[in-house]
């Protein structure tokens, strides 16, 4: 692909470039205000300009496909700026850009578990599609073969399949869909407006085969009304007894964006802001997370004990994942892995049972520490910390780049009790806001308020996080699924809550500045069977390693779940790291007085790697 010719990279003003969309088949399609992809006689090439927020030589690094052409961006005559867009054909583009670039024409398009299934838009030639999503030409003879085409001409609306392993970069790691036989609904309108209309198969509820999978409800009271409504406006008199191949009808203003017809102004906003975002879905390579900074954060602790269902506090359960998750990647990674909270009886050790007995013991790791006493003093000071660990220099006072840092916080979900499975929350670019900050008073005292009392995202680092975020929960939901874990059957991955009909982003994500972060509902305690296996050691073992290998992957890795342990050495050495830059420096007496109890002589020191056998150096503050 490198085919070595000069590229025929053109500086255009925004105005300008109209005379391509003249050209006859050609398409443009605005993404944002920054990114225009255009598709002209079966080549591709974007019109793009740096984001706000974003210098020349950022953009440049991140819309090419090698430094060679980076270069040749900067040389361009006045440089990429705010007021000029650079167009770039599709060879030159980085794998991020091709994939927007491909989102944003080809809307339709999907990663499934047997290749890339391509949906020509317009008449389109097999060699053309061949070159977007192999980087060959020459391979339209194959895929021919491989789709029962004949000649080189593909007709609009024919799906072309790619093979996997002919694949580009950015498509082969796509997250593939399941192939499960896609909904039917169909649109129509009536005196109470359009709706959307299903007709329910056998064992199907109207729970959750309609309200929980089209409408993205989940909690509890939202589903019993938002069902009701649905019943009522579909005539239906017996929830309970609706007869298979029902017509139920759903108004469209509940219906979910992912289900939306095309033409729906909703549903053009979300695909446009999925191609902007995809430009960031791929991050930085690092193999074994060397360089990689993990923050852990048990969602719950102390007086806030999250949700209690059947006896099982979320707070207690959500950190026993936490401490087995850094073990996992303390013992298999060389990631530096930072705790937001600590157990000051239990310290970070990982407990024997499979019952855990509620405890409040979790203090929240800021400077000086919080004894989790109000949830809403604690969820903020939690995105305090993690901000203020963004600025923290890693291991041997190197710094960490924000890329290269990860924030994971742990929960366990009280749904409507039909559901099952994890979830993952990521910040859905649309509701975060552009500045936010908590006055003193309460915060005062802490170091990571005082550090930065306001935040403010620039619209570039919305949407790097949206899709840098997304593509890691799609990591972490594949790594679930490939260990059998149940994850919740429709869209595991949400970019923002929906309750009581408004809807938002965790604010533990939400003023977070770490780009690549996520939120894990681990399970739904308010169902039995998951509440069950979370009552066990061994589920909550899974989870741990499950989201480690998809932390790893999501850096480019692998992670061999019957891997030996790397060099004891080595896991000590990262260890000490965490111990001397981690949030652990700024606790006070806590962690020392933990760790320093060898866990009341329980285990008589069997031949295991002693992870903590260093005299504490004395914290530099306080
Ligand atoms: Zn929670």
């Not at 980076?70 to 440089?79: K, M, V």
């Not at 000490?576 to 933990?594: K, L, M, N, S």
């Amino acid at each position: 692909m490198r085919g070595g010719a000069a590229l025929a990279l053109v500086l255009a003003a925004a105005s300008a470039s109209a005379a391509a969309s003249q050209a006859p088949s050609s398409r443009r399609v605005e993404v944002s205000r920054d990114l225009t992809v255009v598709q002209a006689d079966g080549a591709i090439s974007v019109e793009a300009r740096p984001l706000d927020g974003e210098t020349p030589i950022e953009f440049a690094a991140r819309i090419s496909a090698n430094e060679e052409t980076a270069r040749e961006i900067l040389a361009l005559p006045g440089g990429p700026s705010r007021e000029r867009a650079v167009v770039v054909p599709y060879a030159a583009l980085a794998d991020e850009m091709k994939r927007a670039a491909v989102v944003a024409l080809f809307p339709s398009d999907v990663r499934a578990t047997a290749g890339w299934l391509h949906i020509a838009v317009g008449d389109e030639s097999l060699a053309s599609v061949a070159g977007w999503f192999t980087g060959r030409p020459e391979l339209a003879g194959a895929l021919a073969a491989e789709n029962g085409l004949e000649g080189n001409s593909v007709a609009k609306g024919t799906t072309v399949r790619v093979p996997a392993e002919f694949l580009l970069r950015p498509f082969r790691d796509a997250e593939a869909l399941d192939e499960s036989e896609p909904p039917q609904l169909v649109f129509g309108e009536d005196a109470g407006g359009r709706y959307a209309m299903y007709r329910l198969r056998k064992k199907e509820a109207l729970y959750s085969a309609v309200v929980v999978r089209f409408t993205g409800r989940v909690h509890a009271p939202d589903v019993i009304e938002l069902a009701g409504a649905i019943a009522k406006r579909s005539g239906i008199e017996d929830v309970h007894a609706i007869p298979v191949g029902y017509p139920v009808k759903i108004p469209l203003d509940v219906l979910a964006e992912e289900f939306l017809p095309a033409d729906d102004p909703r549903s053009k906003a979300r695909a446009l802001e999925r191609a902007e975002t995809a430009q960031f879905s791929i991050p930085a390579r690092a193999r074994g997370l060397k360089g990689v900074r993990i923050v852990l954060d048990p969602g719950h602790g102390g007086r806030d004990t999250g949700t209690i269902h059947g006896g099982l506090w979320e707070s207690a359960y959500v950190y026993d994942v936490a401490v087995r998750l850094r073990k996992v990647l303390s013992e298999k990674t060389q990631a530096e892995v930072v705790m937001t909270t600590k157990d000051s009886r239990l310290g970070w050790n990982v407990s024997e049972r499979d019952v855990l007995a509620p405890r409040r013991t979790q203090v929240l790791l800021t400077d000086p520490p919080y004894e989790l006493e109000d949830p809403v003093l604690g969820v903020n000071l939690r995105w305090y910390l993690a901000n203020s660990l963004l600025k923290r220099p890693g291991p041997e006072r190197k710094r960490i780049p924000p890329e290269r840092t990860v924030f994971v916080s742990l929960h366990a979900d009280s749904l409507h009790p039909s559901l099952r499975g994890a979830m993952i929350y990521v910040p859905g670019e649309r509701f975060l806001r552009d500045r936010y900050g908590k006055r003193g008073g309460a915060f005062a005292p802490y170091r990571e308020w005082r550090e930065q009392p306001v935040v403010s995202f620039s619209r570039k680092e919305r949407i790097a996080s949206e899709g840098a975020s997304t593509s890691l929960a799609g990591k972490l939901v594949g790594a679930m699924r490939r260990r059998d874990l149940t994850v919740h059957p429709f869209s595991p991955v949400r970019t923002h809550v929906i309750r009581s009909g408004r809807e938002w982003v965790p604010a533990v994500l939400r003023y977070n500045l770490i780009p690549n972060r996520v939120l894990v509902e681990i399970a739904n305690l308010a169902n039995e069977e998951d509440r069950a296996l979370v009552a066990t050691r061994r589920f909550r073992q899974e989870v741990a390693a499950a989201l480690a290998e998809g932390l790893v992957e999501f850096f480019g890795g692998e992670l061999a779940p019957s891997a030996p342990p790397p060099a004891v050495a080595a896991a000590a050495t990262a260890l000490d790291a965490q111990e001397v830059y981690g949030p652990a420096d700024f606790v006070g007496p806590w962690p020392r007085a933990a760790s320093a109890k060898p866990s009341s002589g329980k285990k008589p020191a069997a031949k295991k790697p002693v992870t903590k056998p260093k005299p504490k150096r004395p914290a530099p503050r306080g």
